[in-house]
């Protein structure tokens, strides 16, 4: 009980990073994702990445997305050939 | 035969235990050194903890103020927390010495490559110390954190002691 | 998903048989549940030459960042594990990728590998265990829709603890942790 007390004021604490605007690297990834999928008439589950996703409740995973936001996007760059327009670096 | 063992016991916890003389009147008597030896068990280190302690009342009283300052080193990280709070020794005098306490603590988490981790929080102690000698005491307590400001977390361990009134 | 999770887990006792922390055994490819929900997976390279398979099945192509890590121990830095998602649809992995495989992809499969190359290595400090790490560094995954696997492994042979994360949605309980103490906090 004390242990699961304790972690709630440090959950609230911790956590009260507040909201944080999507990385630049996301919102370039996203772009990226979603034109490739109208160009394969598939779609994604983006939602994390996005305004209000769960990538942007506090600082610190912030950081873990737009790294791998980056990363990610990189990759593609790397290895995909003829990737759409909203793509390119 | 009971009875003269009894006077003889009697005699020693006093022995051992604080008298009140002419020296604890002044101000150095007023503080005790201690160096506690402690590991963390959450964010595995061990290390030293030197803490000075002010008894800011009459001797025999139970209040102590506490600061201390300690360098801990683990497979991961080393730990530098600095630490100012109260702590209640009872049963002042006897043997076996009771103590409780509470305080503010500051810590720093570092590693070579990442900036330092800070966190500020309070602490919480309890244990007990034995008089072993005049003026020299011996213990252990169980320590508890709760880091609120900064890098949150949550921590304890054990902490072993050796205490000397000045 | 490394912090998140393990602190709202131990403030949510509803879930604590969600995603308890698990650990992997390379002769018995660990199932996910609930893959949307973000997870951490822990394991140990006894030999160095273990392959720990994770599988996971999505109802749509689902993107998440994924990372390894690995305690931030001096005997640990030369240690790093890599890792793959291999599935139907996936690109083709290149040569010095396909080499390190530590298993020939099944017919019809891709895999996107991360041979935890990325220098400086990327640490970060995690708050509950009070613990730092080296991190593979996060990238993101497409996972398609259907079944693939998440392979863990160590294509240089070293031995040592690891912890492969994954997704960032909030997750269940981490309980266990305190039912093997010394396995997580040290």
């Known amino acids: 009980m004390v242990v699961r007390l304790a972690l709630l004021v440090f959950a609230v604490s911790g956590c009260l990073g507040g909201p944080v605007t999507p990385a630049p690297t996301c919102v370039a990834y996203v772009a990226c994702i979603q034109a490739l999928d109208a160009q394969a008439s598939t779609t994604t589950n983006l939602d994390r990445f996005v305004a209000g996703g769960a990538c942007w409740t506090n600082g610190e995973i912030a950081e873990l997305c737009a790294t791998g936001c980056e990363r990610g996007l990189a990759r593609l760059r790397e290895r995909s050939a003829a990737l759409p327009e909203a793509c390119a670096p | 035969m009971r009875t003269s063992a009894l006077v003889l016991g009697l005699l020693a916890g006093s022995a051992l235990g604080q008298t009140v003389t002419a020296a604890d009147a002044t101000l150095a008597s007023r503080f005790e050194l201690g160096l506690p030896a402690e590991v963390t068990l959450v964010g595995l280190t061990a290390g030293a903890r030197p803490e000075l302690l002010f008894r800011p009342g009459e001797p025999g009283s ?105 | 998903m490394r912090r998140l999770v393990l602190m709202l887990a131990l403030t949510m006792p509803a879930l604590a048989g969600a995603h308890t922390p698990v650990k992997l055994d390379p002769k018995v490819p660990y199932v996910v549940a609930a893959p949307k929900v973000s997870f951490a997976l822990y394991g140990v390279f006894e030999s160095g030459s273990e392959h720990f398979v ?124 305190l039912e093997d103490w010394s396995f997580y906090a040290y």
């Open chain 2, 62 to 166: 139970r209040s102590r103020i506490r600061l201390a300052v300690g360098l801990f080193g683990g497979p991961e990280q080393l730990f530098l927390p600095v630490s100012l709070g109260y702590r209640a020794c009872f049963r002042q005098g006897l043997t076996v010495q009771p103590l409780v306490g509470v305080g503010v603590e500051l810590q720093h988490r570092f590693v070579a490559d990442f900036p330092p981790v800070r966190s500020f929080g309070a602490y919480l102690e309890a244990g007990v110390a034995f008089a072993v000698a005049p003026r020299w005491t011996v213990g252990a307590l169980l320590t508890t954190d709760v880091m609120f400001v900064g890098t949150p977390g949550f921590g304890f361990g054990p902490r072993a002691f050796v205490t000397v009134q000045l």
């Open chain 3, 54 to 177: 994770i599988k996971l099945s999505f109802d749509e192509r689902f993107a998440a960042p994924v990372e390894v890590f690995v305690p931030h121990e001096q005997a640990l830095k030369e240690h790093r594990p890599a890792w793959a998602v291999v599935g139907p649809g996936l690109p083709a992995p290149n040569e010095e990728e396909r080499a390190a495989l530590p298993a020939p992809l099944p017919a019809g499969w891709g895999a996107i590998v991360d041979l935890d190359t990325v220098s400086p290595r990327p640490v970060f400090y995690e708050f509950v265990m009070r613990r730092f790490y080296w991190s593979s560094g996060a990238m993101n995954v497409v996972f398609p829709k259907g079944d693939c696997e998440l392979w863990v492994f160590s294509p240089r042979g070293t031995k040592g603890k690891f912890g492969l994360g994954f997704g960032v949605e909030e997750g269940g309980g981490y309980m266990a942790a």
